[in-house]
């Protein structure tokens, strides 16, 4: 797979776990907090010692205006993240994709902190200029161009972090094959996709097939937790077994396994396989 649209190994983002998006959200979104509480402090203590008067609430607006709308901008620079993965080549076309991503998130910043202001100070009697941060706008790209690779490679980061940390699918659950008088405990996470066959589904592990009697959708519902989705009405694959995905331009796509082996894909199952 070519391009930047591609979600490989190498150059793809790891595959997440349930609630990560929004953990990461949230752990962020307090630790804007926290630094938009020193600099409120800092720019009130700055302003007075260079004699100037100032309202205590004048900071608090202008900082707090402007960690609400990156809070705002938080999931939009994440899905940007996912979408145009920066580790991996190609390297110019993800750079120039991310650069002209910043230049768009700090006009967005900066005019709608001048909207918030200007609707705040009203309320108070007081007045703002709406587009004053736009004049000072270059100083405004420096620091917002600074959040946004902050967030993107954090973001990166705790991706591969959660990653590497162990889940159910890599755990040593199994699940028991019944195969005449013989019984299989096979662990899941040695199987890399189930395919129905029949009144039977075929687990396939190590390229080697193991029948079971159950259908698909019952087999669906057992592994939901364990890190299986449906990628075809005959087909589930397991997350951490998957390489790569190629998208085709009927909307359909291929996965391509860790092993080297491909499976095709049916695109009214293609968001649940790519969803978080």
């Given amino acids: 797979m070519s ?39 800092n720019v009130y203590h700055e302003t007075l010692r260079d004699g100037r008067r100032l309202g205590f609430w004048e900071p608090v607006v ?7 709308v990156f ?6 620079i994440t899905a940007l993240t996912r979408r145009v993965w920066p580790v991996g080549r190609p390297y110019l076309p993800k750079l120039a994709f991310h650069l002209l991503a910043a230049i768009v998130v700090s006009l967005v910043h900066v005019l709608a902190i001048g909207a918030i202001r200007w609707g705040v100070y009203r309320v ?35 991706r591969y972090i959660r990653r590497a940390e162990p889940s159910r699918e890599d755990s040593f659950e199994v699940l028991e094959v019944r195969d005449g008088a013989r019984r299989h405990f096979v662990p899941l996470a040695d199987v890399a996709w189930v395919e129905a066959a029949g009144n039977y589904v075929e687990l396939h592990r190590d390229g080697a097939g193991l029948l079971h009697r159950a259908s698909l959708s019952e087999m669906e519902r057992r592994l939901q937790g364990a890190g299986f989705v449906r990628i075809h009405r005959s ?29 095709a894909g049916s695109r009214r199952y293609r968001h649940p396989l790519l969803a978080d």
């Fill in 71 to 76: 809070l705002v901008a938080l999931p939009v």
């Fill in 235 to 263: 087909r589930l694959v397991r997350r951490g077994a998957v390489a790569a995905v190629e998208s085709k331009t009927t909307g359909d796509f291929t996965v391509r396994l860790r092993d080297g082996r491909e499976l």
């Fill in 62 to 68: 202008w900082e707090a205006s402007s960690g609400l």
């Fill in 3 to 41: 391009g930047v649209d591609g979600r490989e190994a190498r150059s793809g983002p790891p595959s997440g776990k349930s609630g990560d998006e929004l953990l990461f959200l949230a752990i962020t979104a307090a630790v804007m907090a926290i630094f938009i509480t020193f600099n409120v402090f």
């Fill in 124 to 158: 108070v009697g007081d007045y703002y200029a709406p587009l004053a941060p736009l004049g000072d706008w270059p100083y405004e790209f420096r620091k917002d161009v600074l959040v946004y690779a902050s967030v993107a490679a954090t973001y990166v980061g705790w």
